[in-house]
Structures are given as C-alpha cells and as structure tokens.
C-alpha cells in the first residue's frame, strides 16, 4: 500500500475500537494517512468506539459493503463468538470486502499437551471444550452467558479458508496460559466468581493464539 495514498481501514468486530485505535496510532507513526471504519453488532459498544471515522452497526457474515472497498482489514478475537458455519461466512466477507487483505488473530482450544505434540489429542481437545461450555453457559456465573460461541482449531479454520478459496498465510501462533486471569480483569469479577473461573478452567486454562493474513 503507497504510503502517499489513504488507506481505507476496517476493523471487524471493533467493539469499543482498543484494537483500532493502536493500529491506527501504530499506522501513522510509519507515515500512513487512515480512514477508519468500525464494524459491530453491538450498538451499545459502537457508541463508545472514540477511534472510527465511520462506524456500522452489523453482523459480520453479511456486511453492508462492496466489493474491495477497504483496503486493510484487521479482527481480533471476533471468530470464536460464532457458530461454526457463520465462521465461515464472516471468513468470505474479510476476503470480499478488503482489496489487500486482513490480519486476523483468533483463539483456539489448547487441550493437555506434551513437548512433541503442541496441538494436544482429541480427547483433550473435547475436555477443554467441554470446560469452556460450563464456563460461557452462564448456570455457574450468569454474566459470563453466551448464546453463540464455537472455539475452532487452527485446523478448522484453515480447512474453512482452503474451501472458500481464501489465500492465507500463517504469521504467528504461541500458547497463552492463564486465561481465567483474562476473564477476571475484563468481567471485573469477584472473589467468588474469580475461584469458579479458576475451578472451572482447572488444567484447561490456556488457549493457542494464532495470527493468519488472509488475501
């Protein structure tokens, strides 16, 4: 992308625009000019999105744009708050609507593993997700309830983006530990639910972060 030109940024899943606003500040101190575009479902979340030129309210598996009308897109942590199937869908529109393409982290089960075998073994992998559906059921800690959520593995998304003919490139993946403590500082949490979480998670408390371009 020129540095002379306005790069057309779009940020899926924005929420209150933290990611934005740290890869616009990011882009402008590299000496590009950006028009940003916030995209979420949340309205509530939108009108606190301070970072967006342009902000849409919208399900990110049908999105209210053309075709390669932005040119970079970025999402973080947006894909497991979907359905399998609609985790696809929302893979074809990043592809459809960026004209250069779209960075894209997202989390993935991290079930028991051993030093030849990052990617642990399928009965791990269902404990964990078993784990995570007690955890996000919301009977043990209600405000933590969501309708919709699938933690798909980096197998499953590649899989996803090889059938939709989506170009990918993998940048990055690392084991992230603790996850309970994530839960306890963003739901600001309290002592009795902070323990849950912990009980809940047990030897389950780690996730695989992964970091993909899509073209």
């Known amino acids: 992308l020129p540095r002379e030109s ?6 899926f899943g924005s929420f209150k625009g933290e990611l934005l606003s740290s890869v616009v500040t990011e882009m402008s101190r590299r000496g590009y000019r950006c028009k ?3 995209i979420d479902r949340l309205s509530d979340a939108l009108n606190e999105n301070q970072f967006a030129d342009e902000k849409i309210v919208s399900d990110l598996s049908d ?5 390669d009308s932005r040119d970079v897109g970025i999402s973080r942590y947006v894909l497991h708050w979907n359905s399998l199937e609609n985790q696809q869908n929302i893979l074809k529109e990043f592809s459809r609507v960026c004209k250069y393409g779209t960075v894209i982290q997202h989390v993935s089960p991290a079930p028991p593993m051993d030093y030849f075998n ?3 073994n399928q009965e791990g ?3 964990w997700r078993k784990a995570m559906h007690n955890l996000l059921g919301g009977e043990s800690i209600p405000r933590l309830k969501r309708e919709e959520f699938y933690f798909s593995t980096r197998e499953e998304l590649e899989d996803m983006m090889a059938r939709g003919n989506i170009n990918y490139r993998l940048l990055d993946e690392e084991v992230v530990r603790d996850v309970s403590d994530v839960f306890i500082r963003r739901y600001i949490l309290n002592d009795e639910e902070s323990k849950k979480v912990k009980s809940i998670l047990n030897k389950r408390d780690s996730v695989i972060k992964s970091t993909w371009i899509l073209s």
């Open 6 to 11: 306005l790069c057309q940024l779009v940020d």
């Open 36 to 38: 940003s575009t916030a």
């Open 63 to 67: 999105i209210p744009l053309d075709d």
């Open 118 to 120: 990052l990617r642990g």
């Open 125 to 127: 992998l269902q404990e």
